[in-house]
């Protein structure tokens, strides 16, 4: 898959890149990211890339022609890219949209900055709008970042258990459960007695009780989307039950949710 990325700061992708996943993917071509300087496309001689915003106000704008005379050499290369503009304006980026980019050959990522970009780049010069989250980010570039990473994780081949992303994709709107590793003890905080027991259907059970009891006190967006069993009920029940009993670092992975 070929990644795009429209940018004035090509310099903040270079360290992202090369690490962990993402180097391997690019080093066995499972992906290759184009980091694009829009400046470069500017045409005038101070190479402006932004202005003074049309009806007054405070700060600049990214003005549209660089932008679309990149996206215009882009255009000219197959397959054709899809284009997204990160903005804070966008639909929220959620993993349905990871899955769905991650079967295009190709995505291009502009990358807006100071007040924003000309909406007509938005509206007329881009395929979709999306937003990281309801925070107002420097730029899109740590944006465009996020989006590389969610996308590259679920192409075939680039995570070491390839059944990994897959399952995921069936998974209900529920967080995970709480996780722990050696030492059994760490500075008199103990693992839940549970987890040693090497009972797997009772560690199962107490996992999914954990796991809803997450959701219902961290996302109730989440937990109201979800049809409970009567069996998952119970277990949610227990979790509770445990959870008013003793402190919460027993049962909810040391948050302060109880
Ligand atoms: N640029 C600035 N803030 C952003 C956000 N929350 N998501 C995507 N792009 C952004």
Redesign the pocket.
Known sequence: MIFEILTLFPGMFVSPLKESILGKAQERGLIHVRVHNIRDYATDKHQITDDRPFGGGEGMVMKPEPIVSLLDALRTEEPQPWIVL???Q?RS?QQECAWRWSALPRLALIC?RYEGVDERVAEFFSDEQ???????????EL?AMVVVDAVTRLLPGVLGNASSAEVESFAEPVLEFPQYTRPREFRGHPVPEMLLSGDHEAIRRWRRGQALLRTKLRRPDLFARLELTPPDLKLLHQAEEACARGPCSETLGGSRDC
């Open positions: 990160l903005s804070p966008g980026f807006g999306v937003s990281l989250g309801d925070y107002v980010l420097t730029g899109g944006a």
